[in-house]
């Protein structure tokens, strides 16, 4: 995609010319990615979804978040990275924690998030994610044409296609996996 609608007022790029604005594991995990992806440089201070989208205009509908989240069983921890719109609620409790199969899920400590990903709090994103970490998309994100979403630091946000998610290594597209936000 050569132009996005969903930009707002930033300049896009071609994620692939500017490595320096993502964090390492995601410009390995975008090296020789074919699909389009774009990145734009931003104010790291405004990289929260509310915070970025009424400062680029960006539309909220448009943001789909990554959040970690970790369940046990039996003393064995398992993560998941969960992609969600900005606008709705993943649903940790029941949906996310019987794909698990683990007795009791919840969002990751932020520490933990950080140190396994190796990418910012507030920048994590499914690209370039930690090897046999399931990837849970929700339908709604896999079927969006432009989302916006981290690149692994909060400078800088990428641009792709909801079915380019859905392709990541580990993705699984779940129907359900998040709920309208009150």
């Known amino acids: 995609m050569s132009t996005w609608s969903i930009a707002g007022t930033l300049p896009v790029e071609p994620a692939a010319a500017r490595p320096d604005l993502v964090a390492e594991p995601v410009a390995k995990a975008l090296a020789g990615v074919t699909a ?34 970790a369940g ?34 919840s969002f990751a400590p932020m520490v933990e998030a950080v140190e396994l990903t190796a990418m910012e709090y507030g920048g994590i994103t499914p690209i370039g994610l930690p090897d046999g970490w399931p990837i849970l998309v929700d339908k709604a994100v896999a079927d969006s044409p432009e989302l916006v979403v981290g690149s ?30 009150i």
């Open 152 to 181: 692994g630091v909060r400078g800088s946000k990428l641009l792709v296609t909801g079915a380019f998610l859905a392709s990541l290594p580990g993705a699984e597209v779940i129907e359900g996996l998040a709920t309208e936000a």
């Open 36 to 69: 389009p992806v774009g990145i734009a440089e931003i104010d790291p201070d405004l990289a929260d979804t509310a915070e970025f989208c009424s400062a680029y205009g960006s539309p909220l509908s448009a943001s789909a978040n990554c959040v970690v989240v």
């Open 72 to 105: 046990k069983r039996g003393g064995e921890v398992k993560y998941a990275a969960v992609m969600i719109l900005a606008t709705t609620r993943a649903d940790v409790n029941n949906v996310v924690r019987r794909r698990l199969d683990v007795r009791k899920a």
